[in-house]
Protein backbone atom coordinates (compact mmCIF):
# COMPACT_ATOMS: atom_id res chain seq x y z
CA UNK A 1 0.00 0.00 0.00
CA UNK A 2 3.19 2.39 0.90
CA UNK A 3 4.25 1.61 -3.02
CA UNK A 4 2.41 3.91 -5.60
CA UNK A 5 1.86 3.00 -9.12
CA UNK A 6 3.37 5.29 -11.86
CA UNK A 7 0.01 5.06 -13.84
CA UNK A 8 -1.63 8.19 -13.68
CA UNK A 9 -5.47 6.99 -14.33
CA UNK A 10 -7.04 4.29 -13.38
CA UNK A 11 -10.71 2.99 -13.81
CA UNK A 12 -12.38 1.75 -10.62
CA UNK A 13 -15.09 -0.92 -10.59
CA UNK A 14 -17.83 0.50 -8.44
CA UNK A 15 -20.97 -0.81 -7.31
CA UNK A 16 -21.91 1.73 -5.09
CA UNK A 17 -21.09 -0.66 -1.58
CA UNK A 18 -19.34 -0.25 0.89
CA UNK A 19 -16.12 -1.99 -0.49
CA UNK A 20 -15.59 -0.36 -3.75
CA UNK A 21 -17.03 2.83 -2.54
CA UNK A 22 -13.43 2.61 -0.63
CA UNK A 23 -11.37 1.56 -3.25
CA UNK A 24 -13.06 4.97 -4.96
CA UNK A 25 -11.58 6.83 -2.58
CA UNK A 26 -8.22 4.87 -2.34
CA UNK A 27 -8.00 5.72 -6.46
CA UNK A 28 -8.74 8.94 -5.85
CA UNK A 29 -5.86 9.44 -3.58
CA UNK A 30 -3.44 8.04 -5.82
CA UNK A 31 -4.20 8.73 -9.80
CA UNK A 32 -4.60 11.64 -11.41
CA UNK A 33 -7.51 10.51 -13.45
CA UNK A 34 -10.30 8.35 -12.07
CA UNK A 35 -13.08 6.78 -13.77
CA UNK A 36 -16.03 4.69 -12.78
CA UNK A 37 -17.76 1.31 -14.07
CA UNK A 38 -20.95 -0.55 -12.91
CA UNK A 39 -22.61 -3.77 -14.28
CA UNK A 40 -26.27 -3.60 -14.66
CA UNK A 41 -26.79 -7.21 -14.73
CA UNK A 42 -30.30 -7.49 -13.77
CA UNK A 43 -29.87 -7.26 -9.61
CA UNK A 44 -33.09 -6.69 -7.93
CA UNK A 45 -32.19 -3.36 -6.67
CA UNK A 46 -32.00 0.17 -8.47
CA UNK A 47 -31.44 1.08 -4.79
CA UNK A 48 -27.71 0.13 -5.56
CA UNK A 49 -27.51 2.41 -9.15
CA UNK A 50 -29.12 5.45 -7.01
CA UNK A 51 -26.14 4.91 -4.30
CA UNK A 52 -23.51 5.05 -6.89
CA UNK A 53 -24.07 8.77 -7.88
CA UNK A 54 -24.71 10.02 -4.68
CA UNK A 55 -21.50 8.61 -3.39
CA UNK A 56 -19.96 9.73 -6.32
CA UNK A 57 -21.05 13.56 -5.82
CA UNK A 58 -19.84 13.18 -2.33
CA UNK A 59 -16.97 11.94 -3.01
CA UNK A 60 -16.17 14.54 -5.58
CA UNK A 61 -17.23 17.22 -3.34
CA UNK A 62 -14.46 15.83 -0.84
CA UNK A 63 -11.61 15.09 -2.81
CA UNK A 64 -12.20 17.89 -5.35
CA UNK A 65 -14.09 17.05 -8.38
CA UNK A 66 -11.31 17.55 -10.77
CA UNK A 67 -9.68 13.99 -10.51
CA UNK A 68 -13.03 12.41 -10.72
CA UNK A 69 -14.15 11.64 -14.32
CA UNK A 70 -16.79 10.18 -16.33
CA UNK A 71 -18.69 7.44 -15.05
CA UNK A 72 -19.98 4.31 -16.93
CA UNK A 73 -22.56 1.67 -16.38
CA UNK A 74 -22.76 -0.81 -18.85
CA UNK A 75 -25.84 -3.52 -19.62
CA UNK A 76 -24.82 -6.72 -18.55
CA UNK A 77 -28.52 -8.16 -18.37
CA UNK A 78 -27.45 -10.84 -20.59
CA UNK A 79 -24.61 -12.43 -18.37
CA UNK A 80 -27.43 -11.88 -15.56
CA UNK A 81 -29.55 -14.09 -17.41
CA UNK A 82 -27.02 -16.80 -17.53
CA UNK A 83 -26.10 -16.54 -13.78
CA UNK A 84 -29.31 -17.28 -12.12
CA UNK A 85 -28.97 -16.89 -8.77
CA UNK A 86 -30.00 -15.29 -5.53
CA UNK A 87 -28.70 -11.62 -6.85
CA UNK A 88 -30.69 -12.31 -9.78
CA UNK A 89 -33.81 -13.93 -9.07
CA UNK A 90 -36.25 -13.34 -6.13
CA UNK A 91 -34.67 -16.46 -4.20
CA UNK A 92 -34.03 -16.88 -0.28
CA UNK A 93 -31.46 -15.42 0.46
CA UNK A 94 -29.08 -18.53 2.24
CA UNK A 95 -26.02 -20.36 2.38
CA UNK A 96 -25.71 -23.20 0.18
CA UNK A 97 -24.62 -27.01 0.61
CA UNK A 98 -21.59 -26.01 -0.87
CA UNK A 99 -20.89 -23.80 1.75
CA UNK A 100 -21.31 -20.79 -0.96
CA UNK A 101 -24.17 -18.11 -0.70
CA UNK A 102 -27.03 -18.79 -2.94
CA UNK A 103 -25.90 -15.11 -3.94
CA UNK A 104 -22.91 -17.05 -5.74
CA UNK A 105 -23.00 -15.61 -9.85
CA UNK A 106 -20.22 -17.93 -11.41
CA UNK A 107 -17.55 -16.05 -12.54
CA UNK A 108 -18.91 -12.19 -11.82
CA UNK A 109 -15.84 -10.89 -10.97
CA UNK A 110 -14.07 -12.51 -13.92
CA UNK A 111 -16.82 -11.27 -15.94
CA UNK A 112 -16.76 -7.60 -14.80
CA UNK A 113 -12.85 -7.14 -14.71
CA UNK A 114 -13.10 -8.44 -18.73
CA UNK A 115 -15.40 -5.69 -19.73
CA UNK A 116 -14.04 -3.17 -17.57
CA UNK A 117 -10.77 -4.11 -19.41
CA UNK A 118 -12.23 -3.30 -22.32
CA UNK A 119 -13.26 -0.09 -21.52
CA UNK A 120 -10.09 0.30 -19.86
CA UNK A 121 -8.13 -0.01 -22.94
CA UNK A 122 -10.52 2.65 -25.19
CA UNK A 123 -10.75 4.78 -22.17
CA UNK A 124 -7.02 4.87 -22.09
CA UNK A 125 -6.14 3.80 -18.58
CA UNK A 126 -4.11 1.09 -17.55
CA UNK A 127 -5.12 -0.19 -14.34
CA UNK A 128 -8.20 -1.46 -12.75
CA UNK A 129 -8.95 -1.11 -9.15
CA UNK A 130 -11.89 -3.57 -7.55
CA UNK A 131 -12.68 -4.19 -4.33
CA UNK A 132 -12.41 -8.00 -3.97
CA UNK A 133 -11.66 -9.20 -0.89
CA UNK A 134 -9.77 -12.75 0.25
CA UNK A 135 -11.07 -12.27 3.65
CA UNK A 136 -14.79 -12.03 3.34
CA UNK A 137 -16.72 -14.54 4.38
CA UNK A 138 -18.33 -15.61 1.64
CA UNK A 139 -15.47 -17.81 -0.42
CA UNK A 140 -15.36 -16.88 -3.74
CA UNK A 141 -13.27 -18.07 -5.93
CA UNK A 142 -13.10 -15.54 -8.01
CA UNK A 143 -11.85 -13.03 -5.20
CA UNK A 144 -8.98 -14.57 -4.52
CA UNK A 145 -5.80 -12.92 -5.27
CA UNK A 146 -4.96 -15.81 -7.04
CA UNK A 147 -7.49 -15.58 -9.34
CA UNK A 148 -7.13 -12.13 -10.22
CA UNK A 149 -3.17 -12.54 -10.80
CA UNK A 150 -4.32 -14.85 -13.52
CA UNK A 151 -6.98 -12.78 -15.12
CA UNK A 152 -4.53 -9.97 -15.04
CA UNK A 153 -1.88 -11.87 -17.05
CA UNK A 154 -4.98 -12.97 -19.34
CA UNK A 155 -6.32 -9.46 -19.98
CA UNK A 156 -2.19 -8.21 -20.03
CA UNK A 157 -2.05 -10.89 -22.76
CA UNK A 158 -5.38 -10.78 -24.95
CA UNK A 159 -5.17 -6.46 -25.08
CA UNK A 160 -1.64 -6.59 -25.93
CA UNK A 161 -0.91 -4.25 -22.98
CA UNK A 162 -0.12 -3.55 -19.58
CA UNK A 163 -3.92 -4.24 -17.54
CA UNK A 164 -2.60 -3.88 -13.93
CA UNK A 165 -5.72 -5.37 -11.38
CA UNK A 166 -5.71 -3.27 -7.97
CA UNK A 167 -7.20 -4.68 -5.40
CA UNK A 168 -6.56 -2.69 -2.09
CA UNK A 169 -8.98 -4.33 0.04
CA UNK A 170 -7.99 -8.04 -0.82
CA UNK A 171 -5.87 -9.03 2.68
CA UNK A 172 -8.30 -6.62 4.90
CA UNK A 173 -11.42 -7.66 6.93
CA UNK A 174 -14.29 -4.70 7.08
CA UNK A 175 -13.13 -3.37 10.18
CA UNK A 176 -10.35 -2.55 8.34
CA UNK A 177 -11.72 -1.37 5.32
CA UNK A 178 -13.33 1.28 7.59
CA UNK A 179 -9.87 1.61 9.06
CA UNK A 180 -8.57 2.09 5.30
CA UNK A 181 -11.21 4.89 5.07
CA UNK A 182 -10.70 6.55 7.94
CA UNK A 183 -6.82 7.28 6.75
CA UNK A 184 -7.76 8.14 3.27
CA UNK A 185 -10.53 10.54 3.98
CA UNK A 186 -11.01 11.36 8.14
CA UNK A 187 -14.26 11.53 9.56
CA UNK A 188 -15.71 13.04 6.61
CA UNK A 189 -14.98 9.59 4.19
CA UNK A 190 -16.08 7.57 6.54
CA UNK A 191 -19.54 9.06 7.04
CA UNK A 192 -19.66 9.02 3.20
CA UNK A 193 -19.06 5.76 3.31
CA UNK A 194 -21.75 4.96 6.20
CA UNK A 195 -24.31 6.68 5.18
CA UNK A 196 -24.77 6.96 1.24
CA UNK A 197 -22.81 3.36 0.11
CA UNK A 198 -25.42 0.45 0.10
CA UNK A 199 -24.69 -3.22 0.52
CA UNK A 200 -27.67 -4.55 1.84
CA UNK A 201 -28.77 -7.68 -0.63
CA UNK A 202 -32.53 -7.05 0.19
CA UNK A 203 -32.41 -3.58 -1.29
CA UNK A 204 -34.00 -1.77 1.71
CA UNK A 205 -32.53 1.54 3.01
CA UNK A 206 -34.16 0.72 6.36
CA UNK A 207 -33.35 2.73 9.37
CA UNK A 208 -29.79 4.93 9.56
CA UNK A 209 -28.40 1.64 11.66
CA UNK A 210 -24.69 2.90 13.15
CA UNK A 211 -23.12 1.41 10.74
CA UNK A 212 -25.44 2.18 8.12
CA UNK A 213 -28.79 1.52 6.06
CA UNK A 214 -29.96 -1.84 5.06
CA UNK A 215 -32.35 -4.49 6.59
CA UNK A 216 -30.01 -5.50 8.95
CA UNK A 217 -30.19 -9.07 8.96
CA UNK A 218 -29.34 -10.29 5.26
CA UNK A 219 -25.70 -11.70 5.56
CA UNK A 220 -24.42 -8.76 3.36
CA UNK A 221 -25.73 -6.44 6.80
CA UNK A 222 -24.62 -8.46 9.22
CA UNK A 223 -21.29 -8.85 7.40
CA UNK A 224 -21.19 -4.87 7.25
CA UNK A 225 -22.46 -4.28 11.36
CA UNK A 226 -20.22 -7.12 12.48
CA UNK A 227 -16.86 -4.17 11.01
CA UNK A 228 -18.23 -1.54 11.96
CA UNK A 229 -18.62 -2.83 15.88
CA UNK A 230 -15.20 -4.41 15.71
CA UNK A 231 -13.39 -1.14 13.98
CA UNK A 232 -12.09 0.61 17.27
CA UNK A 233 -12.54 3.95 15.14
CA UNK A 234 -16.69 3.39 15.55
CA UNK A 235 -16.83 4.13 19.23
CA UNK A 236 -16.44 7.57 19.69
CA UNK A 237 -13.64 8.66 21.94
CA UNK B 1 -5.87 -33.76 -31.85
CA UNK B 2 -5.02 -37.28 -31.13
CA UNK B 3 -5.81 -37.03 -27.38
CA UNK B 4 -9.65 -37.01 -26.58
CA UNK B 5 -10.38 -35.63 -23.33
CA UNK B 6 -12.17 -37.85 -21.15
CA UNK B 7 -15.15 -35.15 -20.50
CA UNK B 8 -18.08 -36.08 -22.07
CA UNK B 9 -20.05 -32.42 -22.70
CA UNK B 10 -18.25 -29.60 -24.02
CA UNK B 11 -19.69 -26.09 -24.79
CA UNK B 12 -18.42 -24.42 -28.35
CA UNK B 13 -18.64 -21.16 -29.28
CA UNK B 14 -20.42 -20.57 -32.36
CA UNK B 15 -20.79 -17.93 -34.45
CA UNK B 16 -21.98 -19.50 -37.27
CA UNK B 17 -18.24 -19.34 -39.55
CA UNK B 18 -16.13 -21.16 -40.94
CA UNK B 19 -13.88 -21.38 -38.07
CA UNK B 20 -16.77 -22.18 -35.29
CA UNK B 21 -18.38 -24.35 -37.82
CA UNK B 22 -15.19 -27.06 -38.22
CA UNK B 23 -15.07 -26.20 -34.53
CA UNK B 24 -18.56 -27.74 -33.56
CA UNK B 25 -17.93 -30.74 -36.10
CA UNK B 26 -14.60 -31.20 -34.02
CA UNK B 27 -16.47 -31.28 -31.38
CA UNK B 28 -19.67 -33.52 -32.05
CA UNK B 29 -16.74 -36.25 -32.93
CA UNK B 30 -15.37 -36.42 -29.44
CA UNK B 31 -17.96 -35.39 -26.90
CA UNK B 32 -21.72 -37.01 -26.58
CA UNK B 33 -23.06 -34.32 -25.56
CA UNK B 34 -22.65 -30.51 -27.03
CA UNK B 35 -24.00 -27.42 -26.57
CA UNK B 36 -23.14 -24.05 -28.72
CA UNK B 37 -23.04 -20.68 -27.56
CA UNK B 38 -23.39 -17.46 -29.63
CA UNK B 39 -23.20 -13.56 -28.80
CA UNK B 40 -25.12 -10.40 -30.45
CA UNK B 41 -23.20 -7.67 -29.31
CA UNK B 42 -24.81 -5.50 -31.93
CA UNK B 43 -22.87 -6.89 -34.61
CA UNK B 44 -23.80 -5.57 -37.63
CA UNK B 45 -25.48 -8.76 -39.64
CA UNK B 46 -27.88 -11.08 -38.52
CA UNK B 47 -27.52 -12.70 -41.07
CA UNK B 48 -24.58 -14.46 -39.20
CA UNK B 49 -27.43 -15.45 -36.43
CA UNK B 50 -29.36 -17.16 -39.57
CA UNK B 51 -26.48 -18.75 -40.15
CA UNK B 52 -26.12 -20.63 -36.92
CA UNK B 53 -29.13 -22.04 -36.83
CA UNK B 54 -28.85 -23.38 -40.63
CA UNK B 55 -25.32 -24.88 -39.99
CA UNK B 56 -26.55 -26.42 -36.65
CA UNK B 57 -29.59 -28.01 -38.34
CA UNK B 58 -27.19 -29.62 -41.55
CA UNK B 59 -24.78 -31.25 -38.60
CA UNK B 60 -27.55 -32.15 -36.47
CA UNK B 61 -28.83 -34.45 -39.80
CA UNK B 62 -24.80 -35.00 -40.35
CA UNK B 63 -23.73 -36.20 -37.20
CA UNK B 64 -27.10 -37.93 -35.18
CA UNK B 65 -28.90 -35.19 -33.48
CA UNK B 66 -28.92 -36.76 -30.63
CA UNK B 67 -25.60 -35.34 -29.74
CA UNK B 68 -26.24 -31.70 -30.47
CA UNK B 69 -27.99 -30.09 -27.34
CA UNK B 70 -29.46 -26.60 -27.02
CA UNK B 71 -28.16 -23.24 -28.40
CA UNK B 72 -27.59 -20.29 -26.35
CA UNK B 73 -27.52 -16.67 -27.92
CA UNK B 74 -26.15 -14.17 -25.09
CA UNK B 75 -27.12 -10.75 -25.56
CA UNK B 76 -23.81 -8.28 -24.81
CA UNK B 77 -24.86 -5.22 -26.63
CA UNK B 78 -24.30 -3.33 -23.76
CA UNK B 79 -20.42 -5.01 -24.12
CA UNK B 80 -20.73 -4.13 -27.98
CA UNK B 81 -21.28 -0.35 -26.77
CA UNK B 82 -18.05 0.14 -25.60
CA UNK B 83 -16.01 -1.84 -28.23
CA UNK B 84 -17.02 0.95 -30.94
CA UNK B 85 -15.77 -1.14 -33.85
CA UNK B 86 -15.63 -1.57 -37.34
CA UNK B 87 -17.52 -4.63 -36.61
CA UNK B 88 -20.19 -2.78 -34.33
CA UNK B 89 -20.56 0.30 -36.14
CA UNK B 90 -21.03 1.69 -39.61
CA UNK B 91 -16.82 2.32 -40.64
CA UNK B 92 -14.97 1.24 -43.34
CA UNK B 93 -13.12 -1.42 -43.25
CA UNK B 94 -9.61 -0.64 -43.25
CA UNK B 95 -6.41 -2.36 -41.80
CA UNK B 96 -5.40 0.30 -39.46
CA UNK B 97 -2.00 2.15 -38.51
CA UNK B 98 -1.55 -0.41 -35.79
CA UNK B 99 -1.89 -3.43 -38.15
CA UNK B 100 -4.30 -4.48 -36.18
CA UNK B 101 -7.80 -4.19 -38.71
CA UNK B 102 -10.25 -2.03 -37.27
CA UNK B 103 -12.63 -5.11 -36.75
CA UNK B 104 -10.42 -5.12 -34.08
CA UNK B 105 -12.67 -5.53 -30.80
CA UNK B 106 -10.88 -4.68 -27.48
CA UNK B 107 -10.65 -8.26 -25.41
CA UNK B 108 -14.02 -9.55 -27.27
CA UNK B 109 -12.53 -13.10 -27.27
CA UNK B 110 -11.56 -12.61 -23.45
CA UNK B 111 -15.48 -11.60 -22.66
CA UNK B 112 -16.71 -14.32 -25.10
CA UNK B 113 -14.80 -16.61 -22.56
CA UNK B 114 -15.06 -15.44 -19.59
CA UNK B 115 -19.32 -15.16 -20.01
CA UNK B 116 -18.99 -18.50 -21.73
CA UNK B 117 -17.59 -19.87 -18.81
CA UNK B 118 -20.36 -19.29 -16.44
CA UNK B 119 -22.81 -21.00 -19.47
CA UNK B 120 -20.61 -23.83 -18.98
CA UNK B 121 -20.80 -23.54 -15.73
CA UNK B 122 -24.77 -23.76 -14.96
CA UNK B 123 -24.36 -26.47 -18.03
CA UNK B 124 -22.50 -29.11 -16.45
CA UNK B 125 -19.67 -28.47 -19.03
CA UNK B 126 -16.12 -28.39 -18.43
CA UNK B 127 -15.27 -28.10 -21.60
CA UNK B 128 -15.10 -24.67 -23.68
CA UNK B 129 -14.21 -25.06 -27.44
CA UNK B 130 -13.60 -22.02 -29.56
CA UNK B 131 -11.98 -20.93 -32.95
CA UNK B 132 -9.03 -18.77 -31.88
CA UNK B 133 -6.28 -18.96 -35.07
CA UNK B 134 -2.74 -17.94 -34.28
CA UNK B 135 -2.21 -18.10 -38.27
CA UNK B 136 -5.12 -16.34 -38.88
CA UNK B 137 -4.15 -13.10 -40.54
CA UNK B 138 -5.18 -10.48 -37.98
CA UNK B 139 -2.85 -10.83 -35.09
CA UNK B 140 -5.70 -10.43 -32.49
CA UNK B 141 -3.63 -10.84 -29.38
CA UNK B 142 -6.68 -12.53 -27.97
CA UNK B 143 -6.62 -15.10 -30.43
CA UNK B 144 -3.14 -16.16 -29.22
CA UNK B 145 -2.31 -19.77 -27.28
CA UNK B 146 -0.74 -17.64 -24.67
CA UNK B 147 -3.64 -15.47 -23.87
CA UNK B 148 -6.17 -18.59 -24.11
CA UNK B 149 -3.43 -20.43 -21.22
CA UNK B 150 -3.95 -17.97 -19.00
CA UNK B 151 -7.53 -17.64 -19.33
CA UNK B 152 -8.00 -20.71 -18.82
CA UNK B 153 -6.28 -20.75 -15.52
CA UNK B 154 -8.26 -17.28 -14.50
CA UNK B 155 -11.21 -19.26 -15.49
CA UNK B 156 -10.32 -22.50 -13.30
CA UNK B 157 -9.70 -20.45 -10.46
CA UNK B 158 -12.26 -18.05 -10.84
CA UNK B 159 -14.97 -20.79 -10.72
CA UNK B 160 -13.13 -23.15 -8.41
CA UNK B 161 -13.14 -26.06 -11.25
CA UNK B 162 -11.56 -27.16 -14.33
CA UNK B 163 -12.73 -25.11 -17.34
CA UNK B 164 -10.87 -26.65 -20.35
CA UNK B 165 -10.52 -23.94 -23.25
CA UNK B 166 -9.58 -25.94 -26.51
CA UNK B 167 -8.54 -24.69 -29.59
CA UNK B 168 -8.36 -27.28 -32.30
CA UNK B 169 -7.90 -24.74 -35.10
CA UNK B 170 -4.72 -22.82 -33.41
CA UNK B 171 -2.05 -23.80 -35.33
CA UNK B 172 -4.22 -24.41 -38.87
CA UNK B 173 -4.27 -21.96 -41.55
CA UNK B 174 -7.36 -21.77 -43.69
CA UNK B 175 -6.72 -24.79 -45.76
CA UNK B 176 -5.96 -26.92 -43.14
CA UNK B 177 -9.03 -25.92 -41.42
CA UNK B 178 -10.99 -27.38 -44.58
CA UNK B 179 -8.69 -30.64 -44.15
CA UNK B 180 -9.52 -30.97 -41.51
CA UNK B 181 -13.31 -30.55 -42.14
CA UNK B 182 -12.81 -32.99 -44.77
CA UNK B 183 -11.73 -35.73 -42.44
CA UNK B 184 -14.62 -34.79 -39.47
CA UNK B 185 -17.06 -35.47 -41.99
CA UNK B 186 -16.02 -36.07 -45.50
CA UNK B 187 -17.39 -33.99 -48.66
CA UNK B 188 -20.65 -33.81 -46.99
CA UNK B 189 -19.65 -31.20 -44.01
CA UNK B 190 -17.30 -29.79 -46.27
CA UNK B 191 -20.49 -29.04 -48.16
CA UNK B 192 -22.47 -27.70 -45.12
CA UNK B 193 -19.31 -25.41 -44.10
CA UNK B 194 -18.80 -24.57 -47.93
CA UNK B 195 -22.68 -23.15 -48.44
CA UNK B 196 -24.25 -22.83 -45.17
CA UNK B 197 -21.51 -21.03 -42.63
CA UNK B 198 -21.26 -16.99 -42.83
CA UNK B 199 -17.56 -15.38 -42.77
CA UNK B 200 -18.69 -11.85 -44.81
CA UNK B 201 -17.80 -8.97 -42.60
CA UNK B 202 -19.88 -6.79 -44.83
CA UNK B 203 -22.90 -9.37 -44.20
CA UNK B 204 -23.55 -10.11 -47.86
CA UNK B 205 -24.83 -13.19 -48.72
CA UNK B 206 -23.63 -12.32 -52.74
CA UNK B 207 -23.71 -15.18 -55.09
CA UNK B 208 -21.92 -18.81 -54.54
CA UNK B 209 -18.29 -18.37 -54.87
CA UNK B 210 -16.13 -21.65 -55.14
CA UNK B 211 -15.48 -21.19 -51.23
CA UNK B 212 -18.73 -19.81 -50.18
CA UNK B 213 -21.37 -17.29 -50.25
CA UNK B 214 -19.92 -13.75 -49.69
CA UNK B 215 -19.54 -9.81 -50.67
CA UNK B 216 -15.41 -11.41 -52.06
CA UNK B 217 -13.79 -8.28 -50.86
CA UNK B 218 -13.90 -7.98 -47.41
CA UNK B 219 -10.50 -9.30 -45.96
CA UNK B 220 -12.41 -12.11 -43.99
CA UNK B 221 -13.93 -13.24 -47.83
CA UNK B 222 -10.35 -12.69 -48.93
CA UNK B 223 -8.87 -14.91 -46.73
CA UNK B 224 -11.45 -17.47 -46.86
CA UNK B 225 -11.21 -17.71 -50.34
CA UNK B 226 -7.18 -18.01 -50.71
CA UNK B 227 -7.77 -21.30 -48.33
CA UNK B 228 -9.76 -23.19 -49.99
CA UNK B 229 -7.83 -22.26 -53.17
CA UNK B 230 -4.92 -23.33 -51.14
CA UNK B 231 -6.74 -26.45 -50.50
CA UNK B 232 -5.64 -28.97 -52.19
CA UNK B 233 -9.49 -31.28 -51.79
CA UNK B 234 -11.13 -28.13 -52.97
CA UNK B 235 -10.04 -29.03 -56.68
CA UNK B 236 -12.01 -32.42 -57.54
CA UNK B 237 -9.79 -34.87 -58.64
Given at each position: MTTRSTASSALVLFSGGQDSATCLAWALDRYERVETV?????????????????????????????RLGEDFVIDLTGYGAIADSALTADRAIEMEASGLPSTFVPGRNLVFLTVASALAYRRGHGVLVGGMCET????????????????????????????AVETPLMHLDKAETWALAESLGGADLVE?????????YRGERGELHDWGYGCGTCPACELRAKGWQAWPGSVPA
Open positions: GFDYGQRHSVELQARQDVRAAMAKLHGGEDYSGYPDCRRTTIDAMQSALSLGLDTGMIIRTQTHTC
